[in-house]
Each structure stands twice: as structure tokens, then as C-alpha cells.
């Protein structure tokens, strides 16, 4: 790692700076970029989005990015090998695209299913968390690419993210929240992002967070940046200890922060103090000139489409297998029912700022008709429509007006519509128009080939003034102004105004939105379009006849974007449409039902006990066909245990709201969220955290601890397991701790780690399970420090946290 920062040199540079110069480089030069300072050799240093892949500056579907399965697959994978190659992919990637910056990993957890951002946090466990992102962040800073911990801290929902205020007690942020950050910091990440939103009062842009406990116990020597445009005023962050204020050229530092400065209300000290860590970063990545030791060679992954197939099936969670059904053997297979929209197109990454256009997605139909190409015939039904909103117009069905190449024209006009600028692009959503002076109005147009005649869905989506046209008829417009504040609505995920329209041949027609481009209206403009749709009945109707004649059916249903969504949290967990009714029929018909959700968060699954199998696949990524019928078939198996529990239905789940009360959010469960809560409520999930079957069955035969641990020190757990089934497996062992007599208030039991092994048919291993000192810790709020109770304590080993095999007690004796 490129990290012996040398500070002397680094002061040496700071000396040369005037106050003006050093204020500079505290905020953006642009959306994506830190202030360059030629004086002093600094280039400007460059940051994207992030988590799932990196996206490069700018949203342009043309510059593609490879797409990883979202966080919450890299949850379920617990193996932080794979993790750290997943992390070498993205440094990979950062490279390609001259990224120094990644902005991941999200750490924040999933304390209410219905976060919007479920998908881009790992789990509802803090030691988890921590573990999967350190392993990740290990992954990108190898290759000289920075990482950042975000969202700095219990940012876990979405609703009026950027004022609520949470409230949550000293030992609980400890514990919990801050936890998965402490292990950032010890992995050595070199940025942390403040966010949005209060904690006890003060936004976290401006909190004492930032200095006492991030910097001051931790030792964290790198950049606290804010979240985008999160830094409301000059004097506070930059007292607090926030070093970057993003993007710019715009902020409150830009504007006002050497005034404070001149007249003593920030010290200069504390201003020096930020450009040392921006400085030490631009050492890190390289983009401090010639005295910089610049990258070191990533080392590329070779063959990154392998590396996430395996990945996807890594990460795929089956969470019933009745009769073993799965796998399939394709030999014993002649006719086989794909059913389900999401099969053709598979949901591959949550919504929001996370968003990057993938380079070729496989869709699990792909996957499945390869794997079974000359073998078996493979029926696709897609079943009812999910009733969404239409998508944008992309190269599939639409051409250029102008050049006839598919994709669509896209116009900057000036106010008397004279075009002063005309691109071909991909796709009708655009995010980042090619500024030009004098640009008015944005003007996306398609020629669309319906197909089909019927009654089409057609839509425009932005803010302001907007129109959509049909052949030159004005089907929409009107003025939509945007009374939104945040960033991830305005700019990426604008609403959609729609209309019908009965398009009467199969003759192409001439799509055209217009929206104005006024000051407050964000960037983004969208035309989209929705075909006709099949009657619901009919289209159930033919499925299940489909299923009745196949040898199996596997079924896909899912989510989408919508639902899952950054500025938005989700107000249930059904899966929407007809989905729940067209499993239930398909199950009915034919007794080898395979259900694979595809989602990035938990969803309901009522028909779970009636169907054979039931595997949970994440938002997979663009490898999601090849990895899934990898685990279909029995090419490899599943290999994800869940990093969250899931609940039989929402009404059960013990801690859910996300809805802020009088701007406040309280997190009144305390250290109880995930498998604590329901432990606590006596209630039982459909799945709990840490459960997932392989192909194969284990038997946990012995549970060995140290009979006595001083207080502080790790050890090792060594757990004998056998592999009773017929094939060989991975088995995850996790150990769990229970005090029952303790003197302060415990989770009913609690995750202190896990180790993974492998056996043959018949075999043994030994799992040694380490539990770091951490695991046995607690905040005392009344000393402010971390204590360790001494005597006994419950040591358990299983399966997951509601699935023990073994137990041995444990004595902590006083530290030597
Ligand atoms: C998100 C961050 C993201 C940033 C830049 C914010 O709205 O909360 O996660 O990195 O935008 O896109």
C-alpha cells in the first residue's frame, strides 16, 4: 500500500500556501474533483459513485462500468478473500476510468427492511459490517485507489435524510452504528464521508463525531468529506473537523471560510490540519506531482466477468430446499419453465447515486439457456405485468431521428429553438446534458418501432417547464417545479409524467420531450415508453399451463429501482403486481417449483413454505445469469448465509419505522435491531441472520474454547464439524456470546465471528473461529470508555442466529 506519507514534506508544502490557496482546496472544483494547486504540484483528484462499480465522471450510458452484485450480496458472501479480489475489481476499474477516489463502501446498517438504500449496506450486524467493508476497502487501497467509509453515521433510512435527526444514546452509536466505521479505520481507509443527516441535535457534517471519536480515539488520518453538498454553513464543519466540502465550486468554505478564518472564528490551524490530510491523500493516490511516489501498478484482475460469476453464486442465499429439489440435473430435464419478468430483465443494481450502465448484462435467461443449450427445451413466460411505470426509451426500440442508428438525438436548443448542439446517445434518460452557452430548452426525440398497436404508456420525467410530443401533437405539458431538496430525487430520479396513447400500426412514430433548462429544475430529463399490456388474466393463465407440462418451473420475482431507491424508503415489503399469485399458481401446478427472488432487501414471501425451493439472489450485478445457473444446476453451491434477517411479513418485524417524529428519528430499540430485536420480542423471523443451505448437510460434532480469556485479548473458538451429505461444502461457523448475569443491559445473544471451511462427503474440518477482544467490550456511558466484564459468559456455535448446534462456557478472567 502506498501509505508511508512522509509529514514533514507535506508541512514543507503547506508552508508555501497563502490562506486564500489553502481555502481553496477545501471544496470541489467541480462535481466529481478536488481544487488542483500548480504551485505546490498538485493535480486535482478525482472521486466517483460508487458502491456497485465506478462510474467515472458523469452519467453518459456510453462509458460503461462493470457492474458487482450490490452490497447486500457482498454481505451474504462472508468471505473476505473473495471481497478483497471484489475490491482489487474495483480499483481495477477506478484505474480504466482515471478515478483516484471511490466513493464506497456504504456502511451504514439495516436496521428497517424498509431502508431505500438496503441494498448499498451490507447488514444488520455491526461486526459483519465492519468485516465485510474492511476486507473490500483492504481490496481497493492495494492498488492505490482510495476507498470511502460512508454514510458517517446512522444514515440506515432515507426519509428527509438530509435534516432528520436521529436519536440514539452514546453506547448504542458505539456499538452499533459507529461500529462497521472503527473497522474502517483500523483497515486503514483513507476517506470518510460525513452525512446528511443530525445525531443528537447537530448535522453530522458539523458533529464532534468527527474530531473526538473518528479522529481523536481512533487515530483516523485521512479526509472527512462530506456528503454532497452536505456542508450547510462555513464556521461549523470547519471547526468540527470536516476537511472536505463536495462538490464544488459552490459552498459555504468556497464562499465564506477565509473571511472566518481572517477574523478568528476558525483557527488557521485547524485549516492547516485539512490540507495536510488532503495533501497525505494526493500522496496516497498519487496526485501530488513529482515528489509523489505516484500509483503503485494495480495488479488488473484479469478476467473480471469470471470473478463476479463467481461472486453471484457466492452470494446467492438458498434459504429452503425442499425434497432437494435443487439442484437440477440437466440430464434428467427435457422441458423446462422460465417464468417471470425478471428473468428476461433481471433487476441488477438499486436506484439512486449508485447507479452506473453496466457493460453487458447476462440476464438469468441467458444463463439458464446456455447452461441448457442442446439438452432441454427452455419456455420463457414472462406472467402479468408488474405494472410499472415506463422505462426510458433506449437502442432496443428506438432510432436516432437524424442518423437512423439506434438510440435517440438528443438537442440543446437556444430560446428561439435554434439547436446549437445535437448528440447521438442510447438511451432517454439523461442525467448530464453537453452544456452549451446559450442553451435553453434539452430535447430528447426517438423514433420508436411499436411492434405491435395498442395502447402505449408514454412518459417525460424532470422538473419545469416540459412538453412531450407524438408526431408533432402535444400529448403533455405544463410546469412541474421541483420542491424537492435532495440531490438523489432532483438530479437522478426525477418523477414521470405519463400519458396513453393508442398507437394504431406497427408504423414507427416520433417521440419528442422538451424540458427547460431553468435554474432549481436539476439535470435530468427522461422520455420513456411502455408497451401495451397482455391481459393479466390470460398472461397468468398461459404460465401456469407452461408449468404444468415442464419438469420444473422456476419462477423469478423481484423488485425494481422504483421500490428500491435512494431518497426514498420503502413503505412495504410485498413484491408487488401479481407476483405472490403467480408463484402460488405455478406451485400449484407443478410440485418443482423453484422460486429465485431478486431483490436487494427483504421482501414477503407467503408462499414460502409451498414451493420446492426458494434462493435469494440480491441485486446481482451484470454477471447475475451466469452465477445463478451456476447454483441451478449444481455447478457450484449457493454459498451466501443472510447478513440480515428476514421477516414472514412487515407487521412482524420488530423495528421498522424509518418515519421521522417532529424531525426527529428515534432509535428507541437501543442496541436491539436484526436477529437481537427479534430474540428480544420473542418472535419468529421467516429467516434469521446468518442462515443459508448449501447442497450438503453438516453435523457439528465439538466446541472448544479456552476455558479462561483475559479481558482484552482475542481467541480462538475451534468448532469440529462433518459433512454428512453427498457432496462436498462450505460450512460457515459463527459464534455467538451470551451473558446472562451481566451487570448492564445485553442483547440476548450477539455474533462475535465466523470462519468458513471445506469438507468432502464424509470428512471432517475444524473451524477456528477468532474472537477479537471487541466482541466481549461494552461502552460504559457513565466513564466514557470501554469496559469488559470478568466471569462467565455462554460461547455458542451454529448455523445462524437462531440455529445453535454447540455451546461451552466461557470465563474472562481480569486483564494480566
Ligand atoms: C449520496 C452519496 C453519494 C453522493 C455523490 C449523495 O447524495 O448520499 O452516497 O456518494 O451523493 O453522488
Known amino acids: 500500500m502506498n501509505d508511508d506519507v512522509d509529514d514533514d514534506m507535506i508541512d514543507r508544502l503547506i508552508d508555501k500556501l497563502s490562506p486564500a490557496q489553502k481555502v481553496r482546496l477545501l471544496t470541489g472544483a467541480t462535481t466529481w474533483r478536488t481544487a488542483a494547486e500548480p504551485d505546490i504540484g498538485l493535480r486535482q483528484i478525482v472521486l466517483s459513485d460508487g458502491p456497485a462499480g465506478v462510474r467515472g465522471e458523469g452519467w453518459d450510458e456510453r462509458l460503461t462500468s ?243 460469476r463467481r461472486a453471484v453464486a457466492a452470494g446467492c442465499v438458498l434459504v429452503r430446499n425442499a425434497d432437494e429439489v435443487l439442484p437440477l440435473d440437466p440430464a434428467a430435464l427435457s422441458t423446462v419453465a422460465v417464468i417471470g419478468a425478471h428473468a428476461a430483465t433481471p433487476r441488477v443494481q438499486g436506484g439512486g447515486s449508485a447507479g452506473v450502465h453496466p457493460s453487458g448484462v447476462v440476464t438469468p435467461l441467458d444463463g439458464i439457456r446456455t447452461r441448457l443449450r442442446g439438452r432441454a427445451r427452455v419456455l420463457h413466460l414472462p406472467g402479468p405485468s408488474l405494472g410499472l411505470p415506463p422505462a426510458p426509451v433506449d437502442a432496443d426500440r428506438c432510432t436516432d431521428p437524424r442518423s437512423g442508428a439506434p438510440g435517440v438525438l438528443v438537442r440543446l436548443l437556444d430560446e428561439q429553438g435554434r439547436e446549437l448542439h445535437a448528440e447521438h446517445r442510447l438511451s432517454g434518460r439523461q442525467l448530464e446534458p453537453t452544456l452549451v452557452p446559450g442553451a435553453h430548452t434539452v430535447e430528447i426525440s426517438a ?243 446468518g442462515h443459508g443451505l448449501g447442497y450438503t448437510t453438516w453435523e457439528y460434532e465439538s466446541v472448544d474454547a479456552p476455558a479462561r480469556v483475559p479481558a482484552g485479548s482475542p481467541f480462538t473458538v475451534r468448532v469440529g464439524v462433518r459433512n454428512t451429505g453427498p457432496r462436498p461444502g462450505r460450512e460457515v461457523v459463527q459464534v455467538y456470546l451470551a451473558r446472562p448475569d451481566s451487570a448492564v443491559e445485553r442483547p440476548e445473544r450477539w455474533f462475535a465471528g465466523y470462519a468458513a471451511v471445506r469438507a468432502e462427503p464424509g470428512g471432517t474440518a475444524t473451524a477456528e473461529v477468532v474472537v477479537p477482544a471487541r466482541a466481549l467490550r461494552y461502552w460504559s456511558q457513565a466513564d466514557g470508555v470501554w469496559r469488559t466484564e470478568t466471569g462467565t459468559y455462554r460461547l455458542m456455535a451454529g448455523r445462524s442466529a437462531g440455529d445453535l448446534r454447540g455451546e461451552t462456557p466461557l470465563t474472562v478472567t481480569e486483564a494480566p
Open 66 to 308: 462493470t457492474l458487482l452484485p450490490s452490497a447486500s450480496a457482498l454481505g451474504a458472501l462472508w468471505d473476505e478473500e473473495l471481497l478483497t479480489d471484489l475490491g482489487r475489481l474495483l480499483a481495477t476499474e477506478a484505474v480504466r476510468k482515471g478515478v483516484d477516489v471511490v466513493l464506497a463502501p456504504t456502511l451504514n446498517l439495516h436496521r428497517s427492511p424498509l431502508g431505500g438504500r438496503h441494498f448499498e449496506c451490507f447488514s444488520e450486524d455491526p461486526e459483519l459490517a465492519g468485516r465485510t467493508g474492511a476486507a473490500l476497502i483492504r481490496g481497493v487501497q492495494a492498488h492505490g485507489i482510495a476507498a470511502t467509509a460512508k454514510h458517517f453515521v446512522a444514515n440506515d433510512s432515507e426519509t428527509d435524510r438530509l435534516t432528520v435527526d436521529v436519536r440514539v444514546g452514546e453506547r448504542v452509536l458505539r456499538e452499533v452504528y459507529l461500529a462497521p466505521f472503527e473497522a474502517a479505520v483500523e483497515a486503514g481507509v483513507w476517506l470518510v464521508m460525513a452525512a446528511y443527516n443530525s445525531v443528537n441535535g447537530t448535522t453530522m457534517t458539523a458533529s464532534r463525531l468527527l474530531g473526538d471519536v473518528l479522529k481523536d480515539a481512533w487515530g483516523f488520518d485521512g479526509v472527512a468529506v462530506s456528503d454532497w453538498a452536505a456542508v450547510r454553513t462555513a464556521e461549523e464543519p470547519a471547526r468540527a473537523a470536516l476537511d472536505l466540502a463536495m462538490p464544488g465550486p459552490h459552498s459555504p468554505w468556497a464562499e465564506s471560510l477565509a473571511d472566518a478564518v481572517a477574523g478568528g472564528r476558525v483557527p488557521e490551524k485547524s485549516v492547516d490540519d485539512k490540507v495536510r490530510r488532503l495533501l497525505r491523500l494526493a500522496h496516497r493516490v498519487g496526485a501530488l506531482g513529482p515528489g509523489s511516489p505516484g500509483r503503485p501498478p494495480a495488479t488488473p484482475v484479469r478476467d473480471p466477468r469470471t470473478l463476479l
Open 447 to 689: 423514433l420508436l418501432r411499436p411492434g405491435n398497436a395498442g395502447e402505449w404508456t408514454l412518459g417525460v420525467g424532470g422538473f419545469g417547464r416540459m412538453t412531450l410530443s407524438l408526431d408533432e401533437r402535444v400529448l403533455l405539458q405544463g410546469d412541474f417545479p421541483c420542491r424537492i431538496d435532495d440531490p438523489a430525487v432532483v438530479h437522478v430520479t426525477p418523477p414521470l409524467h405519463t400519458v396513453r396513447a393508442t398507437l394504431l400500426s406497427k408504423r414507427p412514430v416520433r417521440l419528442v420531450a422538451r424540458r427547460e433548462l431553468a435554474d432549481g429544475t436539476g439535470r435530468a430529463t427522461v422520455l420513456a415508453a411502455a408497451p401495451p399490456e397482455e391481459d393479466p388474466q390470460a398472461a397468468l393463465a398461459t404460465a401456469v399451463d407452461a408449468a404444468r407440462k415442464a419438469d420444473a418451473a422456476v419462477v423469478f420475482v423481484g423488485t425494481t429501482e422504483h421500490s428500491e431507491t435512494e431518497g426514498h424508503d420503502r413503505t412495504g415489503l410485498s413484491l408487488g403486481g401479481r407476483q405472490d399469485e403467480l408463484v402460488r399458481a405455478v406451485a400449484a401446478a407443478n410440485p418443482r417449483t423453484i422460486v429465485v427472488v431478486n431483490s436487494g432487501g427483504p421482501v414477503e414471501l407467503p408462499w414460502r413454505e409451498e414451493v420446492g425451493a426458494l434462493l435469494l439472489t440480491w441485486f446481482p450485478g451484470q454477471e447475475a445469469g451466469g452465477g445463478i445457473a451456476d447454483v441451478l444446476f449444481g455447478r457450484v453451491e449457493p454459498g451466501g448465509r443472510l447478513p440480515t434477517t428476514w421477516a414472514a411479513s412487515l407487521a412482524d418485524a420488530p423495528v421498522t419505522d424509518t418515519r421521522p417524529a417532529g424531525g426527529r428519528l428515534d432509535y428507541a430499540e437501543g442496541l436491539h435491531i436484526g436477529y437481537r430485536a427479534w430474540l428480544r420480542s420473542g418472535r419468529t423471523p421467516a429467516y434469521w441472520f
